[in-house]
């Protein structure tokens, strides 16, 4: 998820401002016994090696990142609502903010939200441990060509029922990111970093109620500003389907992801499109340790306009890794990987320690 950067132990208007509203969400619902509320606290450190490194580049052979991830979900009545913030050392975010009402079967909010893409930009957060593995595939990271947060409302619910089975949507409009070095997310607080138009559709089928396997498809429509360059808008159609099955000890995730988007400047206009997918598998061969692998492929990326933009971009990532679970809140992870970006390659070796607290 993208995050903006500060100085090292710099706070920021907008980080008190996100705190404050944090501290709010919380602090009434603790005084009504009436009010459903959950606090969680997810702290993690990470240790990367890397190599093959261009000089100069921005990464570094060797980073040691610790960060904390907060949510809390409340509801009284018909009300909900939803906060999320990151910290670590060098990065902090309002990731989203939400308030919504209940009706039926029928969840309308007004805030900031993940963008409606695919699978794992809307089941997942900055909270580390809840994912087996310690990378987030390519397309939901911070140099990921597309936006994955947007301000405004959103609508979902259950569209209809076969026996066991359901169909859900989720619709939201509302106003996205800005390219500058990078997709730039929205800010809700602080200094404002809104972009244009942003529409997003996806529908999901799941077995039943509880189930974690689910099949969809999903649709979005971006208008991305553009700033400190020669181009000034980009227009993007992306379409995609996803999956998630799960039968103990096995898992499998799927994406695919269809881009098509127009650059637009003072009297010039270029156009791109290409795929993107990813497959990852895990085995779960004892109670508490799990085995993964992913694969990831970008199709059409030569020459295209937009990821000239995102030279970070990994075009190409394949990697393996085991998760032992020390605790029944605690994980440690080690993962290995080799990384294809638009400029050059590199391998990767990390360690993290990952927590949920309470």
């Known amino acids: 998820?993208?995050?903006?950067?500060?100085?090292?132990?710099?706070?920021?208007?907008?980080?008190?401002?996100?705190?404050?509203?944090?501290?709010?969400?919380?602090?009434?619902?603790?005084?009504?016994?009436?009010?459903?509320?959950?606090?969680?606290?997810?702290?993690?450190?990470?240790?990367?090696?890397?190599?093959?490194?261009?000089?100069?580049?921005?990464?570094?052979?060797?980073?040691?990142?610790?960060?904390?991830?907060?949510?809390?979900?409340?509801?009284?009545?018909?009300?909900?609502?939803?906060?999320?913030i990151f910290v670590s050392e060098r990065e902090h975010e309002l990731a989203r903010l939400?308030?919504?009402?209940?009706?039926?079967?029928?969840?309308l909010s007004v805030g900031k939200f993940h963008n409606l893409q695919?699978?794992?930009?809307?089941?997942?957060?900055?909270?580390?441990?809840?994912q087996t593995t310690i990378d987030k595939p390519g397309m939901v990271e911070d140099s990921a060509p597309l936006p994955l947060h947007y301000v405004g409302a959103q609508i979902e619910g259950k569209l209809s029922q076969w026996g066991e089975g359901l169909l859900n949507y989720s619709i939201g409009v509302g106003k996205g990111s800005v390219m500058q070095d990078k997709l730039e997310s929205p800010d809700i607080v602080g200094p404002g970093k809104f972009g244009d138009l942003s529409l997003g559709l996806r529908l999901s089928?799941?077995?039943?109620?509880?189930?974690?396997?689910?099949?969809?498809?999903?649709?979005?429509?971006?208008?991305?500003?553009?700033?400190?360059?020669?181009?000034?808008?980009?227009?993007q159609d992306i379409g995609g389907l996803f999956g998630n099955w799960e039968s103990d000890p096995f898992r499998v995730i799927g994406e695919l992801y269809a881009f098509s988007h127009k650059l637009e400047g003072s009297g010039a206009t270029d156009s791109g499109s290409f795929l993107y997918g990813y497959v990852?598998?895990?085995?779960?061969?004892?109670?508490?340790?799990?085995?993964?692998?992913?694969?990831?492929?970008?199709?059409?990326?030569?020459?295209?306009?937009?990821?000239?933009?995102?030279?970070?971009?990994?075009?190409?990532?394949?990697?393996?890794g085991l998760r032992y679970d020390v605790t029944r809140n605690q994980s440690v992870k080690i993962e290995a990987s080799r990384v294809k970006r638009m400029d050059a390659g590199f391998r990767q070796l990390q360690i993290q320690w990952s927590a949920v607290f309470p």
């Not at 939400?98 to 029928?106: A, I, L, V």
């Open 1 to 84: 998820m993208p995050v903006s950067c500060l100085e090292p132990k710099t706070p920021s208007r907008a980080l008190r401002a996100a705190c404050l509203l944090f501290g709010l969400c919380v602090a009434p619902l603790s005084s009504h016994a009436e009010d459903r509320i959950e606090g969680l606290f997810f702290p993690s450190v990470t240790a990367i090696h890397r190599s093959g490194l261009p000089q100069n580049d921005e990464l570094k052979a060797n980073q040691i990142i610790p960060s904390l991830d907060m949510l809390v979900i409340g509801s009284h009545g018909p009300v909900s609502w939803l906060a999320e």
């Open 98 to 107: 939400s308030g919504g009402w209940r009706s039926g079967d029928t969840l």
């Open 118 to 130: 695919g699978y794992w930009n809307t089941q997942f957060h900055h909270g580390a441990y809840l």
């Open 205 to 235: 089928y799941t077995l039943d109620e509880i189930s974690p396997t689910q099949v969809g498809t999903f649709f979005a429509h971006n208008k991305i500003p553009v700033k400190n360059n020669d181009w000034i808008g980009i227009t």
């Open 280 to 320: 990852q598998g895990e085995y779960r061969f004892a109670p508490h340790s799990t085995a993964f692998a992913r694969i990831e492929e970008t199709s059409g990326a030569h020459l295209d306009p937009l990821l000239a933009f995102l030279p970070d971009f990994a075009l190409d990532k394949h990697l393996i």
